[in-house]
């Protein structure tokens, strides 16, 4: 099977490696010259293009089983070009290639502000940001793409946290510093071998729609920011409660997102909370800790 990964970042590189291992044959566009050469080791082919030019997309992915797309915005880029404009030239596109499936790592900020309440796939986006809003349209866009040969997954993903992007490092910079508010929003996290699965998944099993990829436990920002200065010997943070509460929610999201119907497909997560019981897992303690993603590898279990 041949599969092309459009933007190979954090996410997408890892996928790349893992697919590889699963003797998938992988192509993967940057649209960076200079990291042609680190990307061959996880790539049987690597493209330089930018999402937006029709002609070498469509021939990037000519012969291609299945796309994943998993663009990310660059400082100084424009968000909708990324997104959207990616969006649109692939779903132009598709009709002249072999593409049977596409998957699409989306955010769960499209929900937007719910004051706390449980949602899931049913409930229509209500983003908060113009950013949010181009989210939602590039979704659409994708989904408009799907026919009867060609299924479209939309994969809501939570934080990303993992090798590399541990939640000592996420915070730290929080650490000795005095919040607005109460820190009861409700924050919302998947790890990165859960994207990796998830996606996997998703090839497998011809997921079509969308499903929401975050794990478990959904701590509130305040529970989890002192976990992690607790567990790093951190200087704790200190929340400003007589800060207008109204103000602080109108800035923030705070909703809880069920993972119910990706689980129900048969999905497992590897990691489903941060801690298992009143513990630390030692593997996951491991990673957490993980201050750099040189030579990490996918593990899926």
Same mark, same amino acid.
């Given at each position: 099977?041949?599969?092309?990964?459009?933007?190979?970042?954090?996410?997408?590189?890892?996928?790349?490696?893992? !697919?590889?291992?699963?003797?998938?044959?992988?192509? %993967?566009?940057?649209?960076?010259?200079?990291?042609?050469?680190?990307?061959?080791?996880?790539?049987?082919?690597?493209?330089?293009?930018?999402?937006?030019?029709?002609?070498?997309?469509?021939?990037?992915?000519?012969?291609?089983?299945?796309?994943?797309?998993?663009?990310?915005?660059?400082?100084?880029?424009?968000?909708?070009?990324?997104?959207?404009?990616?969006?649109?030239?692939?779903?132009? %596109?598709?009709?002249?290639?072999?593409?049977?499936?596409?998957?699409?790592?989306?955010?769960?900020?499209?929900?937007?502000?719910?004051?706390?309440?449980? %949602?899931?796939?049913?409930?229509? $986006?209500? $983003?908060?940001?113009?950013?949010?809003?181009?989210?939602?349209?590039?979704?659409?866009?994708?989904?408009?793409?799907?026919? $009867?040969?060609?299924?479209?997954?939309?994969?809501?993903?939570?934080?990303?946290?993992?090798?590399?992007?541990?939640?000592?490092?996420?915070?730290?910079?929080?650490?000795?510093?005095?919040? $607005?508010?109460?820190?009861?929003?409700?924050?919302? !996290?998947?790890?990165?071998?859960?994207?990796?699965?998830?996606?996997?998944?998703?090839?497998?099993?011809?997921?079509?729609?969308?499903?929401?990829?975050?794990?478990?436990?959904?701590?509130?920002?305040?529970?989890?920011?002192?976990? %992690?200065?607790?567990?790093?010997?951190?200087?704790?943070?200190? !929340? +400003?409660?007589?800060?207008?509460?109204?103000?602080?929610?109108?800035?923030?999201?705070?909703?809880?997102?069920?993972?119910?119907?990706?689980?129900?497909?048969?999905?497992?997560?590897?990691?489903?909370?941060? !801690?298992?019981?009143?513990?630390?897992?030692?593997?996951?303690?491991?990673?957490? +800790?993980?201050?750099?993603?040189?030579?990490?590898?996918?593990?899926?279990?």
């Amino acid at each position: 099977m041949k599969a092309a990964i459009i933007g190979c970042g954090y996410v997408g590189k890892t996928v790349a490696e893992y !697919w590889q291992q699963q003797k998938l044959s992988v192509l %993967v566009t940057t649209t960076q010259q200079e990291r042609v050469s680190e990307l061959a080791a996880v790539a049987h082919k690597v493209v330089v293009l930018m999402g937006t030019d029709a002609n070498k997309l469509q021939a990037a992915l000519a012969d291609c089983d299945v796309a994943l797309l998993c663009v990310g915005s660059k400082r100084g880029a424009s968000y909708a070009n990324t997104y959207l404009g990616t969006a649109r030239t692939l779903a132009q %596109v598709l009709p002249n290639t072999a593409v049977k499936q596409v998957i699409y790592t989306s955010t769960c900020s499209v929900y937007g502000q719910h004051d706390g309440a449980w %949602v899931n796939e049913l409930m229509p $986006p209500m $983003p908060m940001t113009e950013n949010g809003r181009v989210i939602e349209q590039t979704e659409q866009v994708l989904l408009a793409a799907t026919t $009867p040969e060609r299924r479209v997954c939309i994969l809501r993903l939570g934080g990303i946290y993992g090798p590399g992007r541990s939640l000592k490092k996420i915070y730290a910079r929080a650490a000795g510093t005095t919040r $607005p508010g109460s820190g009861e929003e409700a924050t919302n !996290w998947v790890h990165l071998n859960d994207i990796v699965g998830g996606i996997e998944w998703a090839r497998q099993q011809q997921l079509a729609g969308i499903y929401n990829l975050v794990q478990d436990e959904v701590p509130t920002v305040r529970s989890l920011i002192t976990r %992690v200065c607790d567990r790093y010997q951190l200087a704790p943070v200190l !929340w +400003d409660a007589l800060w207008d509460e109204q103000r602080v929610s109108d800035r923030r999201k705070n909703v809880r997102i069920s993972n119910a119907k990706i689980k129900s497909t048969g999905y497992t997560f590897v990691h489903p909370q941060f !801690w298992l019981a009143s513990e630390f897992d030692p593997e996951l303690d491991r990673e957490l +800790d993980t201050e750099s993603d040189a030579g990490s590898k996918t593990k899926l279990a």
